[in-house]
């Protein structure tokens, strides 16, 4: 780790956020370009940044990282606004995987159809706000934030290494409370377990990994026990909403009998689908547990 070890928390947070607005700008001009996975990856990086703000909020002064943390979350969701159609046209066209009949396949050319048309207005949307003057202040912001941050007077003068480890304890209480919140399994409660574990992942290897690697293996082991925790909350989400997504349009549409009873069978094999993931929660959990607690 070299130099990393002996590092004030101001200077490596500093050090991460450069990096991190570097990463940002360069993914938003691949939005701009249509890349393939361009949107997905700008939102990354925007969550990255927030859960950098968030876990390690101690080292700034007060109230200084609130404002850009909140017009962030803002650019986070227009991300999401044009990736979440773009996610469902996808997971819809795979189910053509299967043989299917021809009135099925129809209905489900046509639900995707419905969603690659939301994702093409919502791309003109997010293009239109990246024009906009509040767009480039934003980013202007940042830029100023991470290249001379308010930081806390006496706080961001400690040794990092100490400094992140407590701040991530913190987080791993944080994401347990949240687990034992989302014990009944209720949809929206396993979404915000998703958050937290999302943001402890993110705030881990923000400082485990190139170019801040402060910390060693054991928080990168932490990073990747979230991910896979991260990764199940995140397939069951899917499966459900891809569920709710068929059976909405089974409310909503005149199918045919055949078409009707294979767009029913797709969504109940996804429901299954999602359950067998939360089978593979806890141990996720536990993962993070042991390595942190």
Same mark, same amino acid.
């Given at each position: ?13 500093? +050090?991460?956020?450069? =990096?991190?607005? @570097? ?6 001009? @691949? ?19 927030? &859960? ?6 101690? =080292? ?16 986070? @969701? ?53 024009? &906009? ?11 100023? =934030? ?22 991530? +304890? ?37 400082? &485990? ?56 069978? =797709?969504?109940? +094999? ?22 942190? @607690?």
């Amino acid at each position: 780790m070299g130099d990393d070890a002996a590092a004030t928390a101001g200077d490596a947070i500093a +050090r991460v956020l450069v =990096f991190l607005d @570097a990463e940002l700008r360069e993914q938003l001009a @691949a939005v701009r370009r249509d890349d393939p996975d361009a949107v997905h990856q700008a939102r990354i990086r925007v969550r990255r940044i927030r &859960s950098v703000l968030a876990v390690y909020r101690r =080292f700034f002064a007060r109230g200084q990282s609130e404002d850009l943390r909140r017009d962030l979350r803002a650019l986070g @969701a227009a991300l999401g606004t044009a990736r979440d159609p773009e996610v469902r046209a996808k997971t819809t066209e795979d189910l053509l995987l299967a043989h299917t009949a021809p009135a099925v396949i129809d209905a489900i050319e046509s639900l995707a159809g419905q969603s690659r048309d939301e994702h093409g207005q919502a791309r003109e949307d997010l293009l239109h706000l990246f024009d &906009s003057v509040e767009h480039a202040a934003l980013l202007d912001r940042l830029t100023m =934030f991470a290249v001379d941050p308010p930081l806390h007077r006496h706080r961001a003068e400690r040794p990092a290494r100490r400094s992140f480890r407590k701040a991530l +304890r913190r987080e791993v209480r944080r994401v347990d409370e949240r687990a034992r919140a989302a014990a009944d399994l209720q949809l929206e409660a396993l979404h915000e377990l998703r958050k937290k574990v999302r943001r402890l992942r993110y705030a881990a290897d923000a400082v &485990s990994s190139e170019p801040v690697a402060v910390l060693g293996i054991r928080t990168q082991r932490l990073a990747n026990a979230a991910e896979t925790a991260q990764d199940v909350l995140g397939s069951h989400r899917d499966e459900i909403l891809l569920a709710r997504h068929l059976r909405h349009a089974l409310a909503g549409h005149r199918l045919g009998r055949s078409a009707a009873t294979g767009v029913g069978i =797709f969504a109940a +094999r996804s429901e299954k689908q999602a359950n067998r993931q939360l089978d593979r929660l806890d141990v996720a959990l536990d993962g993070i547990r042991e390595l942190y @607690a």
